[in-house]
């Protein structure tokens, strides 16, 4: 099993659609958690930290659940430009701070 | 401005050669990392150093060698002992703070002829 996993994708959704992302991990060591935007052929950019408490930035919300081991991210009003691959990113506080990436969701936003 | 350099943005390799992979960064990060990235799939972590002089294997580090004598740089080689070294490079950099994201370069692109 690996250590960070994320929803297969692609998902294909209209324009204005709401959009949700899904990732677990396995390692309760796991102390901090992004999540990265990375559009083709290009660098992973982050896009959102993803706090205890869940935190909002704009259209994007992202939670996170330690009990379950899980983190989501949810797209509201789905646009265009929002058509890339989603990485969720932990990273671990006992080895000194290694970054573990998910596979990645590709997304594909349609007129 | 600060940022990451990776160079060169691409790269052909013969079969059989050694290629080294330019890293640097002048964030004053302590934390370094290389992953490579096959098409279609996710960041796999080849090597990370979290201070000068040390570095540590990542998952799939097996043909791969990396040094770390400078804070800024972080360059990788892909020996010949690489079997499928075609694919896209990125090295990133992040401070020690667990709570910190990591920064990329733009990446390499290998291809071997």
């Known amino acids: 099993r690996k250590e960070v996993e994320q929803d297969p994708g692609p998902f294909n959704v209209p324009e204005g659609a709401t959009v949700a992302f899904n990732c677990t991990y396995s390692?309760?060591?796991?102390?901090?958690f992004f999540w990265y935007r990375q559009d083709c052929r290009k660098e992973p950019k982050l896009l959102m930290s993803?706090?205890?408490s869940g935190n909002e930035d704009g259209r994007f919300t992202a939670q996170l659940n330690r009990a379950s081991q899980y983190i989501s991210l949810l797209i509201r009003d789905s646009k265009l430009s929002d058509s890339a691959t989603y990485l969720c990113?932990?990273?671990?506080?006992?080895?000194?701070?290694?970054?573990?990436f998910g596979q990645g969701t590709e997304l594909s936003v349609k007129p | 401005d600060g940022g990451i350099t990776q160079s060169p943005k691409y790269l052909f390799r013969k079969e059989g050669q050694n290629v080294t992979l330019s890293c640097e960064q002048n964030?004053?990060?302590?934390?370094m990392y290389w992953y490579r990235q096959d098409p279609g799939q996710g960041l796999r972590l080849i090597y990370y150093?979290?201070?000068?002089?040390?570095?540590q294997k990542g998952d799939i580090a097996e043909g791969y060698s990396v040094s770390r004598e400078k804070k800024e740089s972080f360059p990788l080689t892909v020996t010949s002992a690489q079997k499928n070294p075609t694919a896209f490079y990125l090295c990133?950099?992040?401070?020690?703070?667990?709570?910190?994201?990591?920064?990329f370069g733009q990446g390499t692109r290998l291809t071997v002829v």
């Open positions: 990133a950099s992040s401070t020690h703070r667990e709570e910190t994201e990591a920064f």
């Open positions: 390692n309760s060591a796991s102390q901090s």
């Open positions: 993803v706090y205890s």
């Open positions: 990113v932990v990273r671990r506080g006992n080895q000194g701070g290694k970054l573990i």
């Open positions: 964030l004053n990060h302590d934390a």
């Open positions: 150093s979290q201070i000068v002089n040390d570095f």
